[in-house]
């Protein structure tokens, strides 16, 4: 079976909805571990109530270099074969993105090539777009630009605040990652890219 870790640094709304599928059969692969940049994340609790191990990878200590290395350690000595970002806010480094080239993937808040970096919700909104979104992509050596791998659209309706956007942005997320994960695991590319490769 499948077998993937999952990075996040916040609240883990992501991390749920893919423990969810896969405790569900939807995703049919297996979480091996959860890991964080940071000891507080919420997300590591929750992780850790629903009986997923959980790792703090030990960048505020030691740094980048060393937390990738023990990433690394872990996902070969576990045969851990996909490397899943959730809201994990450090960028990796070009020499670990090479290590495991096409091998990661992450999930950003808004329609790229629009709205990379942070706060892909806050900018679509402050910029006034009409239309955002959901992507989810390979992770190359650049922020937020690797190969997309699916995308959903999420319409700013003019009754919408900033709070309801954030709903409707996760809600799109949940629904769309377990899938495309699921695809990716079994095919190596989604279905919906298959026509342009
Ligand atoms: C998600 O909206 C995710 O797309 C975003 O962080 C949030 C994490 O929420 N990621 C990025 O902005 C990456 N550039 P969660 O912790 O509730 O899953």
């Not at 997309?148 to 605040?161: G, K, T």
Request: proline share 4%; charged share 25%.
């Amino acid at each position: 079976m499948t077998s993937f870790c999952i990075l996040l640094s916040g609240r883990g709304s992501n991390m749920e909805a893919l423990a969810d599928a896969v405790r569900d059969g939807r995703l049919d692969a297996r979480i091996d571990f959860v890991a964080s940049d940071t000891a507080d994340a919420t997300g590591l609790e929750r992780a850790r109530e629903r009986g997923i191990e959980t790792v703090v990878l030990p960048y505020s200590s030691e740094g980048k270099k060393a937390s990738e290395q023990r990433l690394s350690r872990l996902c070969s000595a576990r045969g851990v074969e996909w490397i899943v970002l959730a809201g994990f806010m450090r960028i990796l480094s070009s020499e670990f993105v090479m290590a495991h080239a096409g091998r990661i993937v992450n999930i950003h808040p808004s329609l790229l090539p629009s709205f990379p970096g942070r706060d892909g919700i806050g900018d679509a909104w402050r910029w006034g777009v009409a239309v955002t979104g959901v992507t989810i992509h390979l992770v190359d050596a650049g922020i937020d630009s690797g190969p997309i791998l699916a995308q959903r659209a999420v319409e700013i309706l003019p009754e919408d605040s900033l709070e309801t956007l954030e709903e409707k942005i996760h809600a799109a997320e949940h629904a769309l990652y377990w899938k495309t994960l699921s695809e990716l695991f079994r095919t190596g590319v989604p279905a919906e890219r298959r026509w342009r490769r």
